[in-house]
């Protein structure tokens, strides 16, 4: 099992943040409607994270193992680059993230809350697991977020991150001036 002491240093190096959908910037829950329509709630303070941390270099991608409109739609206002849907295979994904971004797998965190998630995991330089993740992808998490997915989680992680690398106080100078 993977499970690392994470070290500042490790913060650091993280250029690209990697997320699942449904149980990350999602509660796990999908609506399914009587005329065929489905339904996601995404967190807004997760998006604001996200947009905040694009401004200091931080680049976004999701792959996730189902295909949605709501997930493309959420990720194109979000400015997320890199969008893997329909992903059975994510590792294969994550490998092809890497190549585009020329980020290696140190430079990267992965959050994940599932099982299908782990091979990610094991080869992504901090692999995170939301708090209500499987109990198998808490026990290969490198960090476990206090926060369960889709009510901030990736929020939390973005704010830690930023921290450890000195651009937090960065972001939220600008809204004091």
Do not use: H
Not at 131 to 152: E, F
């Amino acid at each position: 099992m993977k499970k690392k002491k994470i070290t500042d240093k490790d913060w650091r190096k993280i250029k690209l943040i990697i997320m699942d959908v449904d149980g990350v910037l999602t509660k796990n829950d999908i609506t399914y409607y009587s005329n065929g329509c489905e339904s996601k709630t995404f967190n807004v303070k997760d998006g604001r994270g996200i947009i905040e941390a694009q401004t200091v270099g931080i680049k976004f991608g999701i792959i996730t193992a189902r295909g949605s409109e709501m997930v493309l739609r959420r990720a194109t206002e979000l400015g997320i680059e890199y969008i893997y849907q329909n992903a059975k295979n994510k590792l294969a994904a994550f490998l092809d993230i890497l190549k585009k971004t020329k980020c290696s797998a140190d430079e990267t965190i992965y959050m994940g809350d599932e099982v299908i998630d782990i091979p990610v995991m094991l080869k992504t330089g901090i692999a995170i697991a939301v708090n209500d993740a499987a109990n198998d992808v808490l026990k290969v998490a490198d960090y476990i977020t206090k926060k369960n997915g889709g009510d901030g989680a990736v929020r939390e992680v973005i704010e830690l991150l930023l921290t450890k690398q000195k651009k937090w106080s960065k972001i939220i100078s600008k809204y004091f001036e």
